[in-house]
């Protein structure tokens, strides 16, 4: 515990030196102000940290909540101005270059006074100065549009998936998928019901939750996710596990979502049959959950122990790494979600330096993997380049 605040001051304190060097170094108050500034960005990054630790603890009141929405919003603010200053400044680098070649090879005369003319510094101060209020109107620009596009009610998004050989009784066959809906203090009940809303439009074949569908307690978040009981299918709501089912008591929470009328897959498959036709449906648990617990350890051919012969073989994975054990087991496709598609820019940039495939419906071998970008969003309220989704996957002969 205490290297993990250590590593969290010491990247805190990184962030907040370059931000505050980068945006005030041509500012005209004083030093100690900039100092303050910095304290204020380190005391920002690691407010939403202290929250999630003081709900840990069994703290949940309003204070709380509003404390987790403002730490949220400021590194989510901090994020676009940390992200606009990069850019910035790994454009000035060549510019630099380019200008000290030219003045190189230009060599100017010298003036009559025997000396070349010398910037205005004070012109250089403006101009800096009025670029880094540019990024900061764009930071704050960008998080208003961030939050907008992550609390609007997520979209439909429809994806035929080609199955060879599809018998005719599963064509057309209709899989919902929510996943990643990480209801917490941001994300509450009344969201949760506008899910329910659109799922119910779309007359599922099934419904699959493909987990992170909480960051907090039973006690504390039980109340919220209850719409969720109200969810219809023709043929069951299934549900597998996710990373942050293990940080929020994940014994307590399969057998929640038990009583809200899910089926939870812990490695294990069922069948669902029309006329003549069979699916074999598998989950397994997250691709970490045995470092939580070791009965969970996630395991795609396990799933199919005793699994009759199938015309399609589904694997419900929250993490896109389990495509790999996926494949050798022999399964038609792959249904994923876990990375929120990256959620906003620039951390869209790095999840596939994790993750095999970010977001939409792609082949890897034999077998098929569809990732959603999921339906919620974790952390900050923010959703750029990434809107959430609700999924309708849609069976067809190929």
């Known amino acids: 515990m205490v290297w993990f605040f250590f590593i969290i001051f010491a990247i805190s304190g990184l962030l907040a030196t370059y931000i505050t060097w ?71 680098v060549p510019l630099g270059g380019f200008k000290m070649i030219r003045s190189r090879l230009s060599k100017p005369a010298p003036s009559a006074a025997g000396s070349r003319k010398i910037a205005d510094p004070s012109r250089r101060g403006f101009l800096v100065n009025s670029m880094n209020y540019g990024i900061v109107a764009a930071a704050a620009l960008t998080t208003g549009y961030g939050i907008a596009e992550a609390k609007q009610t997520p979209r439909v998004k429809r994806v035929p998936i080609k199955i060879k050989q599809l018998p005719t009784e599963l064509d057309g066959f209709r899989i919902v998928q929510i996943t990643d809906i990480h209801v917490n203090p941001t994300f509450r009940r009344a969201a ?147 990375t929120h598609g990256g959620q906003f820019f620039p951390w869209n940039l790095f999840v596939g330096f994790s993750q095999p495939y970010v977001s939409g419906l792609h082949k890897h071998e034999n077998t098929q993997i569809y990732v959603s970008r999921g339906t919620g969003y974790w952390g900050p309220p923010l959703r750029v380049g990434s809107p959430s989704e609700i999924t309708l996957i849609k069976l067809v002969g190929g």
């Open 22 to 92: 980068r945006l005030f170094s041509k500012a005209s108050f004083r030093r100690r102000w900039k100092i303050v500034i910095a304290l204020g960005i380190v005391a920002a990054i690691f407010t939403p940290v202290l929250a999630i630790m003081l709900r840990r603890s069994g703290f949940d009141n309003l204070g709380l909540h509003l404390l987790t929405w403002a730490g949220y919003l400021a590194v989510g603010f901090l994020s676009f101005i940390f992200s606009y200053l990069v850019i910035r400044d790994l454009l000035w």
């Open 192 to 338: 949760v019901e506008d899910i329910v809303a659109v799922v119910n439009t779309l007359d599922a074949d099934i419904v699959v939750l493909t987990g992170d569908l909480v960051d907090g307690s039973v006690a504390q978040l039980g109340f919220d996710v209850a719409p969720l009981k109200r969810i219809n299918s023709v043929s069951g709501n299934f549900f597998v596990t996710g990373n942050h089912e293990y940080y929020s008591g994940v014994i307590e929470w399969i057998e929640e979502v038990k009583r809200l009328g899910f089926s939870v897959l812990l490695n294990e498959h069922l069948v669902i049959r029309r006329g003549q036709a069979r699916m074999v449906l598998a989950g397994v648990t997250d691709y970490r959950g045995g470092n939580f617990l070791h009965s969970h350890r996630s395991d795609p051919q396990k799933a199919l122990n005793g699994a009759p012969p199938a015309n399609v073989k589904i694997l419900l994975a929250h993490q896109p790494k389990n495509i790999f054990d996926a494949a050798k087991a022999g399964y038609d496709l792959q249904i994923s979600g876990h």
